[in-house]
């Protein structure tokens, strides 16, 4: 999941992929390290392996968030119906320092032509605080490389963004430019701002 999340990656299941079985490995960069419109660190380093067959996926990823290590486990199946592709999976994420606590979450994606709608519907540990429900949703435009997306989140989280951005393909090396736009909500700074992402990455079959 290189560029995982607009970020790198985040969790992205590309159906047209599904049909061929294997593992795979991939290592990436990012100039700032963003998930879901959130600032996580800067010139963060990431790597993950992943396995796929038969539509069924399964996967680790992590990602230097400077307190330690960002891991994230996932798991699904993605398929395809005529010209309208679906997944449904779980992905866990899990920190080995104090950076954050641990998130957990059902993955919903579908998508048509150039739009696709992805919703998770998770559960956050918050520490010693209660537990927090929270559902994201992201609707996406791409085209011939270029992207937009809106996106945000409801129930006990709040707040939401924009991103723009480019990616593509030089010997097979994956780069990408993304243009982020945030509300004062996901904002580190506390009032409404805009972010500039590069990201490098690549990926290896196993096999």
């Known amino acids: 999941m290189t560029a995982r999340k607009t970020a790198f990656v ?5 159906t047209s992929g599904l049909a061929q079985a294997g593992w795979s490995a991939n290592m990436g960069y990012a100039s700032d390290y963003f998930f879901r419109g959130i600032f996580q660190a800067t010139s963060s380093p990431s790597g993950g392996v992943d396995y796929e067959t038969g539509g069924f996926y399964a996967g680790v990823w992590a990602a230097d968030v400077k307190d330690g290590l960002e891991v994230d486990g996932y798991f699904g199946y993605g ?4 010209d309208f592709g679906y997944s449904i999976g779980y992905t866990g994420y899990f920190y080995t320092g104090d950076f954050d606590d641990t998130y957990q979450e059902i993955n919903l994606g579908g998508s048509y032509g150039l739009l696709s709608l992805d919703v998770a519907i998770g559960r956050y540990d918050a ?5 927090q429900d929270y559902t ?3 609707l996406t435009v791409e085209k011939d ?9 409801a ?12 990616g593509t393909t030089v010997a097979d090396v994956d780069l990408g430019i993304v ?4 509300d004062s909500t996901l904002s580190s700074t506390g009032s ?5 992402i590069f990201t490098i990455g690549k990926s290896f079959d196993l096999q």
């Not at 490389?145 to 989140?153: E, S, T």
């Open 145 to 153: 490389g270029f992207h937009g997306k809106y996106a945000g989140f």
């Open 136 to 138: 994201y949703y992201a």
């Open 10 to 14: 985040a969790i992205a299941l590309l």
């Open 192 to 196: 409404s701002d805009e972010s500039l």
């Open 179 to 182: 243009l982020l736009f945030n």
């Open 79 to 82: 398929g395809e119906v005529e």
């Open 127 to 131: 520490f010693t605080a209660p537990t």
């Open 155 to 166: 129930q006990d989280f709040d707040g939401d963004y924009f991103e723009v951005g480019y």
